[in-house]
């Protein structure tokens, strides 16, 4: 083996714990503002990565995911979206698409890459990310996770099965 082998880092997986500390800013109800894991704790979490913004395939899963929100609230979970794009671009794709302007839930900045790197769904030489779903438990651990190349669309409902068949 070679000696300057060095440990390798790997991305979040399946059975991992997501540390509390992992915070992010967040375009949310008209505001931007900081969340992290531990603001989440004790819920189950949607985490929902996406490409970018101004997207073609991104609003349709956005506007589908704003459509069960209220579902998956009374099921016990919140959802969280993510893509690359910094809160203010939330906030203008916001303010100009009807689909995006149905959206509650919090819609996560990740422009330096941590969340994206983190969990494995970043496209280093693109800056965005793949479509990357994670149900995570109200411990914080992560009980699924789907992540498919940018032309593949997620169904929402499909996501619903996942949440429900994790929690029971």
Not at 58 to 77: D, I, R, V
Not at 107 to 117: K, N
Request: aromatic share 12%.
């Amino acid at each position: 083996m070679n000696d300057n082998f060095e440990t390798l880092w790997r991305p979040l997986s399946i059975g991992d714990t997501v540390p509390e500390e992992l915070d992010f800013e967040i375009y949310h109800e008209d505001e931007v503002k900081r969340m992290s894991f531990a603001d989440l704790r004790g819920k189950w979490v949607i985490l929902f990565f996406y490409p970018k913004d101004f997207t073609f395939v991104c609003p349709t899963e956005l506007g589908e995911m704003a459509n069960l929100y209220e579902e998956f609230q009374k099921e016990g979970a919140d959802i969280v979206s993510v893509s690359t794009d910094t809160a203010y671009v939330h906030k203008a794709w916001h303010d100009t698409s009807e689909t995006i302007k149905m959206i509650k839930f919090p819609m996560a900045a990740d422009p330096a890459h941590v969340m994206s790197e983190s969990f494995g769904v970043l496209i280093e030489d693109e800056g965005v990310t793949h479509r990357g779903t994670f149900i995570i438990s109200p411990d914080g651990v992560i009980k699924t996770l789907e992540m498919n190349h940018d032309s593949i669309g997620r169904s929402a409902k499909e996501t619903m099965r996942k949440f429900k068949a994790a929690k029971y």
